[in-house]
């Protein structure tokens, strides 16, 4: 079985400081590692994903992630956070092996907050 | 249109209601999902429709009953709710069995308060 665990349940970040949330993922197999944006009052946005090759992910509004095998890891960063940034970010995991069932597992969510 | 849409936005009812709601996706996938989200508690899964065929019942109360009459629609009919039911209730749909890379779209969900 696999699991997600977001140790961060909100993060206030200045406008225009950097930030990392952090995602930590637990399977016996490989994986494909996803992280989602939520804003106020609407459904889960895909924010970007690791499928194979390169580590490092770009996705949407300036974000990034970088998969990291050996700690089981895949934090999320923005160099330089805007004030429409605040949300909640969801990382989540689907396990390769099962042969395309893409049932995905979600952590319980970072609350990133933008101080003016 | 396109992408996965949830009708009604916002709903409110009474404990002896009986209320229905639908979400529709125009992306070509084969699997459906309901989820809940209440405030302060991790994403819960309620159920899951593969291909039409109910595949998962995350031990959900028998006052919702899922309905998915076809890959493009999913129903969840409500009724004789509890207040601790007010949640955002969130359809998703994929790939399913075709693919396991492109996760989940969601819809914008749709917010209900039992009252």
């Known amino acids: 079985a696999q699991s997600v665990t977001q140790l961060d349940s909100q993060v206030p970040v200045f406008e225009e400081a950097p930030v990392e949330l952090r995602c930590n993922y637990s399977s016996s197999v490989s994986v494909y590692l996803f992280w989602y944006v939520q804003y106020p009052n609407q459904g889960l946005q895909l924010l970007l994903k690791?499928?194979?090759?390169?580590?490092l992910v770009k996705g949407i509004n300036g974000f990034e992630a970088e998969f990291n095998k050996s700690q089981t890891s895949f934090h999320l960063r923005k160099p330089s956070v805007h004030i429409s940034d605040t949300a909640e970010y969801f990382c989540a995991v689907s396990d390769r092996s099962n042969f395309g069932n893409e049932k995905l597992t979600f952590g319980t969510g970072t609350r990133l907050t933008i101080i003016p | 249109e396109t992408g996965v849409t949830q009708t009604p936005r916002h709903l409110v009812m009474g404990m002896t209601n009986k209320k229905s709601l639908k979400c529709e996706q125009h992306l070509g996938h084969n699997a459906m999902y309901w989820y809940k989200q209440s405030a302060k508690k991790p994403l819960e899964l309620m159920f899951v429709?593969?291909?039409?065929?109910?595949?998962e019942n995350n031990s959900v109360p028998s006052r919702f009953s899922p309905e998915c009459p076809n890959s493009s629609h999913l129903f969840l009919h409500l009724h004789t709710l509890q207040p601790e039911d007010s949640a955002l209730y969130l359809c998703a749909s994929s790939h399913g069995l075709l693919t396991g890379t492109d996760g989940y779209t969601f819809g914008s969900g749709t917010r209900l308060t039992v009252v």
């Open positions: 429709y593969n291909f039409k065929e109910q595949t």
């Open positions: 690791y499928l194979s090759g390169s580590t």
